[in-house]
């Protein structure tokens, strides 16, 4: 099992009660996908350095997950398939890299 760090940008235009609950909802996803632990941050909303899909800014949603690479290509497939997601990028980490984070990560459960 590998580590990553995936990052949602959402539609700026999104109301925050469907926002939260949409994070809600993949933060359930990925638990049942991977059956692993995962961290979630919610970024708020942020200007993004370049148009993406003709919007200045967005939602940024950061998970910290463990997984396999066929695993990680399903998620991927449903952020494709959400139309309130704009842009998404995943990136493996260093495998001690969570080791530092698991106390804070209890902390921002939602």
Do not use: W
């Not at 996803?29 to 800014?57: F, M, N, P, S």
Request: a negative charge; charged letters at 40%.
């Amino acid at each position: 099992m590998k580590k990553y760090e995936s990052i949602i940008i959402f539609n700026p235009e999104i109301k925050e009660n469907l926002k939260t609950e949409k994070i809600k909802q993949y933060k359930k996803y990925i638990k049942e996908l991977t059956d692993a632990k995962v961290g979630v941050q919610d970024l708020g909303k942020r200007t993004l350095a370049y148009d993406v899909k003709g919007h200045k800014q967005g939602y940024f949603a950061l998970f910290n997950l463990g997984c396999n690479p066929e695993q990680l290509s399903e998620l991927e497939n449903k952020y494709r398939a959400d139309e309130d997601v704009i842009k998404f990028m995943d990136v493996e980490q260093d495998e001690n890299y969570f080791e530092d984070e698991d106390s804070e990560e209890d902390e921002q459960e939602m």
